[in-house]
Nanobody
């Protein structure tokens, strides 16, 4: 059974930092591209960052320079380091594992940026 479990969300003040984690099980993690997405209730889910199997990264323009995605294949985990957080970063953040037509999603973790 495939499971992706996110953690690390919470309430943070503007300008603060959070590190999200997504732990995968039930898949050969090292052969999956991984992505972080976020969604505000009522809006479409948007891509935040991706990291390929060989470590190539891509970021949405709105987070470039503030967020960093990384993976640890030994721990079957992908991370999203979020710095200089803004209120508009408030959303549910989910991770996705992709390989060809196979896509698996986690349940998401809430991030609230507010003073």
């Amino acid at each position: 059974q495939v499971q992706l479990v996110e953690s690390g969300g919470g309430l943070v003040q503007p300008g603060g930092s959070l590190r999200l984690s997504c732990a995968a099980s039930g898949i050969a993690f090292n052969i999956y591209d991984m992505g972080w997405y976020r969604q505000v209730l009522g809006n479409q889910r948007e891509l935040v960052a991706t990291i390929t199997t060989n470590g190539g990264t891509m970021y949405a323009g709105s987070v470039k320079g503030r967020f960093t995605v990384a993976r640890d294949n030994a721990k079957n985990t992908v991370y999203l380091q979020m710095n200089s957080l803004k209120p508009e970063d408030t959303a549910v953040y989910s991770c996705k594992a992709s390989m060809g037509w196979r896509n698996y999603w986690g349940q998401g973790t809430q991030v609230i940026v507010s003073s």
